[in-house]
T-cell receptor, first 111, second 114 residues
Framework: DAGVTQSPTHLIKTRGQHVTLRCSPI?????VSWYQQVLGQGPQFIFQ???????GRGNFPDRFSARQFPNYSSELNVNALLLGDSALYLC??????????FGPGTRLTVT | GNSVTQMEGPVTLSEEAFLTINCTYT??????LFWYVQYPGEGLQLLLK?????DKGSNKGFEATYRKETTSFHLEKGSVQVSDSAVYFC?????????????FGKGTHLIIQP
């Protein structure tokens, strides 16, 4: 079975630009979560979506937004990029209340 | 709020040595506890979990016991291999991995030398 997939693998953006990251969950998983992992740190929770509704939000500014589509895939959007947004962005999918399975991540570099 | 504290690395051991990576947590309720492993250039893989006090999670020779009295979930392995070299993250969730997301520690880099 295919695991969680994310695209793109890497991308480079300039300060002030906007970025969209994409995630496809494991088949049958209806919940998707997003995390930011800065180099040398543990992942930080950004959002969780279930059945297209936001169910949880971490301590991130409003520049970060997300949505989930009818096929349960998800997008994470970040506006007005800052240098500090450079990180590995991880997507995880799960069944409700069960453990999360992570994708390989998207490496974002902001210059 | 919730938090997870792990021993800082890197931790360097010889092959076949005994491994302990300490993890303690702070939570307002009764969380589920997890260990994830991250190999270079990859995402996180769930290693083991425990959902209530005194539960022992185990996988691939690794074990961790949920100790509510000491708010700890230390990771152990009796004989490590070079292939165990990776970064290990302790994490908790108040809702079993659900809506509140996972709270992670900073990670412990484990290096196993042949």
């Amino acid at each position: 079975d295919a695991g969680v997939t994310q695209s793109p693998t890497h991308l480079i953006k300039t300060r002030g630009q906007h970025v969209t990251l994409r995630c496809s969950p494991i088949s049958g998983h209806k919940s998707v979560s997003w995390y930011q992992q800065v180099l040398g740190q543990g992942p930080q929770f950004i959002f969780q979506y279930y059945e297209k509704e936001e169910r949880g939000r971490g301590n991130f500014p409003d520049r970060f937004s997300a949505r989930q589509f009818p096929n349960y895939s998800s997008e994470l959007n970040v506006n007005a990029l800052l240098l500090g947004d450079s990180a590995l962005y991880l997507c995880a999918s799960s069944l409700p209340t069960y453990e999360q399975y992570f994708g390989p991540g998207t490496r974002l570099t902001v210059t | 709020g919730n938090s997870v504290t792990q021993m800082e690395g890197p931790v360097t051991l010889s092959e076949e040595a005994f491994l302990t990576i300490n993890c303690t947590y702070t939570a307002t309720g009764y969380p589920s506890l997890f260990w994830y492993v991250q190999y270079p250039g990859e995402g996180l893989q769930l290693l083991l979990k425990a959902t209530k006090a005194d539960d022992k999670g185990s996988n691939k020779g690794f074990e961790a016991t949920y100790r509510k009295e000491t708010t700890s979930f230390h990771l152990e392995k009796g004989s490590v291999q070079v292939s165990d070299s990776a970064v290990y993250f302790c994490a908790l969730s108040e809702s079993g991995g659900g809506a509140d997301g996972l709270t992670f520690g900073k990670g412990t880099h484990l290096i196993i030398q042949p």
